[in-house]
């Protein structure tokens, strides 16, 4: 049986989140600079994005820069950049026929302006696609977009801009950059490593985590079905017991 035959397409995640990592020990690896290691992982951003796309997922969060990262050496930060700059140019076409719409989350203002004006235009010429969602999260930190929520909720009740207080979980979660997203199904890290490394800490509470030791650069669509199948096997009780959960009729 091939990998996408074991998928249950039913009980597809709705949101997969992932850590792309070890793009730095696959240069390594295959003795190469990192900054062709950062290449290697742009290529299989492009598989992994096609293969989500044709399996029917609805939303892909992918962690391409993190607020940490700005303290790499100058010239790894300039090739990411770059490498940012040349995927939104290089994939917008595809995005239109693909029916994807591109959103981010992170602190865009702490980005090149170059970078922004590729985001805005790839934004709004996908804004009406209604197929998968992709969000980049660039220069974001979930401590970073929490403490921004807050500072923006403080300054909308100086404003009188809030209805009431104590403030609720739902208005809360609106001043996330990711108000306009389900929380993440499933949540993927690659290279082995086991933290969650400041990634959407407020959404990730019942999200199923996945780790492999593939390095980022290798993972491809047969990795991609694997974690999806893995996902597939376990109940989510989201702090219910087993009985308590739905029963799903046999067959
Ligand atoms: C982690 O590998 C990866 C990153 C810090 C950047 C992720 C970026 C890409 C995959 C390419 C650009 C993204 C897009 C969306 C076009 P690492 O450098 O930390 O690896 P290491 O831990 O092995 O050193």
Redesign the pocket.
């Known amino acids: 049986m091939t990998m996408e035959k074991k998928i249950d397409k039913k009980k597809l995640p709705q949101h997969i989140a992932i850590i ?9 690896k295959h003795a190469f600079g ?1 900054i062709i ?2 290449q290697k ?2 290529e ?2 492009r598989d992994i994005v096609r293969a989500s796309c044709e399996l029917g997922i609805k939303y892909l969060t ?5 607020v940490e ?1 700005w303290i ?1 050496p100058t010239q790894e930060v300039n090739a ?1 950049m770059l ?2 700059e040349r ?1 939104l140019r290089s994939e917008l076409n595809e995005m239109l026929e693909r029916d994807i719409r591109l959103v981010t989350i992170g602190n865009r203002s702490a980005l090149p302006e170059r970078i922004n004006k590729s985001l805005k235009e790839v934004m709004e010429k996908t804004s009406h696609n209604r197929g998968m969602v992709l969000n ?1 999260a660039l220069s974001y930190s979930g401590r970073d977009e929490i403490l921004r929520g807050i500072n923006t909720l403080l300054t909308d009740m100086r404003l009188s801009k809030l209805p009431s207080e104590p403030i609720t979980a739902e208005v809360f979660l609106s001043y996330l950059d990711t108000a306009a997203l389900p929380d993440p199904d499933l949540l993927i890290r690659t ?1 082995g ?1 086991y933290r969650l490394s400041n990634f959407l800490l407020w959404q990730t509470a019942y999200t199923e985590f996945y780790f492999t030791e593939i ?2 650069p290798d993972f491809g669509r047969d990795d991609l079905l694997e974690a999806i199948i893995n996902y597939q096997q376990r109940e989510r009780r989201f702090g219910l017991t087993s009985d308590q959960l739905p029963k799903v009729a046999p067959g």
């Open positions: 792309m990592d070890g793009n730095g020990r696959w240069a390594q990192r290691g950062h992982g742009t299989a951003v992918l962690y391409a820069f993190s990262n790499r990411l490498l940012l995927y980049l290279s490593e390095l980022w």
